[in-house]
């Protein structure tokens, strides 16, 4: 039996989650990369308030991670999170296509990352109650490639809809269909019994309560966040390079195909040899990634760039949802994901306001550079902080 065969017999609510996330990114990833041309070449923005736009939005949807991670944990409820998140997200869409100044695309793009804020960490949950502990990696790893799978044909719908139109405000304006399906297509899910009893319905945050593996984990990532600067900036160092409109957007949905067809092999590996590994791997990988965009500007350079890039996302992104639901007790599985959620985005705005900065005074190499400064902190972290995998799985996991 193949992999996808053996999780739609025994776990089929990821799948379905999967094909939620399949069509929102679809929505959201068909104007990712349109986003900062459409600042800079439209509305006239500079990187600096790319860097802003791109690190408050983010950093909203993660503050509020760690809120609705523990309101799901303590109403043991994830699916009215995950289906506001996702309608809210869906509708901030053409938002964005209205907008005539920064301001506005600022707004709706936090009204998008809301939506994120509340679906995320009970979504992420909802698929660890789904599985049992030997299959976490392989769960995650499929939800990350049907997600990222809507990330390859989004851009390619962004260079039909642009070409068609020859206005890059239409496919805001169309990418509010695919929003919708999703939103449907969650009225599928069936949460599974809980295990776990209500406590309280007050937000109660104790650091005590997890586990001394969990916190060195958590410390790492957000070192390594503090420099991550977002995507946007790579697909403005293409630009800059001289590559057109149609060839960043097909580099950039070549880096989600490998993105997506590599999640669900890395993410069984990691239940195989362990998610520590697995994610050391992939941050070696980003490291001579963004020393690579920092150093080069050929098209060449640039497709073997993204090609490690989505390599190193799929040894990671999944991964290490994973990892931190393995090192907590499962009354506290969607918080540990909130407060790693909250953890990345609000070091991101820091990250992508400094790059932004760097980028305006010092170009792009010196932005770039900054950058692997943290996946090497993390690198070591790993390495000397974090021996051991606590495991809770054989106890407290459905």
Not at 240 to 252: C, E, N, R
Not at 284 to 304: H, Q, R
Request: hydrophobic fraction near 50%; charged fraction near 15%; glycine fraction near 8%.
């Amino acid at each position: 039996m193949n992999r996808f065969s053996y999780v739609k017999k025994n776990y089929p609510g990821v799948l379905i989650l999967g094909s939620v996330s399949f069509f929102t990114d679809i929505s959201s990833e068909m104007l990712y990369p349109i986003t900062p041309i459409f600042l800079t070449s439209i509305l006239g923005s500079s990187m600096l308030s790319v860097g802003i736009i791109e690190g408050v939005a983010e950093g909203l949807a993660s503050l509020l991670k760690t809120y609705s991670g523990f309101w799901s944990d303590q109403i043991n409820k994830r699916k009215p999170f995950i289906f506001v998140g996702y309608l809210l997200s869906a509708l901030s869409r053409p938002l964005i296509g209205l907008s005539t100044t920064a301001l506005h695309v600022l707004g709706a793009r936090s009204l998008d990352r809301v939506g994120k804020g509340l679906r995320s960490a009970p979504r992420d949950a909802l698929i660890a109650d789904f599985v049992g502990p030997q299959d976490l990696g392989l769960a995650f790893g499929w939800h990350r490639s049907m997600d990222t799978m809507g990330a390859v044909i989004g851009p390619l719908l962004a260079i039909f809809f642009v070409g068609y139109f020859s206005d890059l405000r239409e496919a805001y304006y169309w990418a509010i269909i695919p929003g919708l399906i999703s939103v449907l297509i969650i009225f599928w899910i069936k949460e599974p019994e809980k295990v776990t009893s209500v406590t309280s319905k007050k937000f109660d945050f104790n650091w005590h309560n997890y586990s001394k593996e969990y916190k060195n984990f958590i410390i790492g990532w957000t070192v390594f966040c503090l420099t991550n600067s977002s995507d946007a900036f790579l697909i403005l160092k293409m630009k800059d390079a001289g590559l057109d409109f149609v060839a960043i957007i097909l580099i950039y949905a070549f880096y989600n195909l490998v993105y997506a067809l590599l999640s669900p092999s890395l993410g069984h590996l990691s239940d195989k040899i362990g998610a520590r590994k697995v994610l050391i791997i992939g941050l070696i990988i980003f490291t001579f990634v963004y020393m690579g965009f920092a150093l080069s500007d050929s098209v060449f350079m640039f497709i073997l760039l993204f090609f490690l890039y989505g390599s190193y996302m799929a040894a990671t992104d999944g991964v290490s949802k994973s990892y931190a639901v393995r090192l907590v007790k499962p009354e506290n599985k969607a918080s540990s994901l909130g407060i790693l959620g909250t953890a990345t985005g609000v070091s991101q705005i820091l990250a992508s306001i400094v790059t932004g900065f760097l980028w305006d005074r010092h170009g792009s190499t010196v932005a770039l550079l900054f950058t692997c400064v943290g996946s090497f902190c993390f690198i070591l972290i790993l390495l000397f902080l974090i021996k051991d995998q606590r495991r809770y799985d054989s106890s407290n996991m459905q």
